[in-house]
């Protein structure tokens, strides 16, 4: 257990679809990332997050939206997804140059 | 903007033989730089950092890594390896005090018994 928690661990989700990924940290860190894993690419940054205030887009599509109603959770609300979509989906937080303490990941299929 | 290039995306090495992973950045400033570790099913791991000071970084389960400012480098190497070292390493930099990650493709550990 890393201090940084993700569900679900595994979702898989019709095209037609609404659901959301969570992440939740206690562990004090003022920053928060998503971050998207596929197959044979290196990871990719989605948004950030610094004290609850988004600070970086990487050019997500809107179809992904995400919240973090305080600086202990991160959501990413997911909606009519492409199959492209399917990956692996972490999350981060940090403080400082402590470094950055991930989570488990959840494993998103679109079908 | 920094990039970060992992030469190699899969290693094979014997059990208790020593394995080096290359990474090199580009960055036209001042840098932080990390190895993550990713067992299967699982997030990443750090499993070490250079920030400032001594080049030469130790970290967990007997890696280490040594940044080359020069050469714009910062391999990781294990003397022995075990089986349990079969794993997927990113090397990752950041602009000093910097907020984000930037990611190399990784490199796929396969250790052979």
């Known amino acids: 257990e890393t201090g940084v928690t993700q569900t679900p661990r595994h979702l898989v989700m019709g095209m037609t679809n609404k659901k959301s990924l969570k992440c939740e940290q206690h562990?004090?860190?003022?920053?928060m990332y998503w971050y998207k894993q596929s197959a044979k690419k290196p990871l990719e940054l989605m948004f950030v997050?610094?004290?609850?205030?988004?600070?970086e887009n990487n050019s997500v599509p809107s179809r992904f939206s995400p919240e973090c109603p305080n600086s202990s959770h991160l959501f990413l609300h997911l909606h009519t997804l492409q199959p492209e979509d399917s990956a692996l989906y972490l999350c981060?937080?940090?403080?400082?140059?402590?470094?950055?303490?991930f989570g488990s990941g959840t494993r998103l299929t679109v079908v | 903007a920094q990039s970060v290039t992992q030469l190699d995306s899969q290693v094979p090495v014997f059990e208790e033989a020593p394995v080096e992973l290359r990474c090199n950045y580009s960055?036209?400033?001042?840098?932080?730089l990390f190895w993550y570790v990713q067992y299967p099913n699982q997030g990443l791991q750090l499993l070490l950092k250079?920030?400032?000071?001594?080049?030469l970084v130790k970290g967990i389960n007997g890696f280490e890594a040594e940044f080359n400012k020069s050469q714009t480098s910062f391999h990781l190497r294990k003397p022995s390896v075990h089986i349990s070292d079969t794993a997927e390493y990113f090397c990752?930099?950041?602009?000093?005090?910097?907020?984000?990650?930037?990611f190399g493709g990784g490199t796929r550990v396969l250790v052979k018994p």
């Open positions: 960055s036209s400033v001042s840098v932080y």
């Open positions: 981060a937080s940090r403080h400082d140059e402590a470094g950055y303490t």
């Open positions: 990752a930099v950041s602009k000093a005090a910097g907020n984000k990650l930037t």
């Open positions: 250079y920030l400032s000071g001594s080049t």
């Open positions: 997050y610094n004290f609850k205030e988004q600070t």
């Open positions: 562990l004090g860190h003022n920053a």
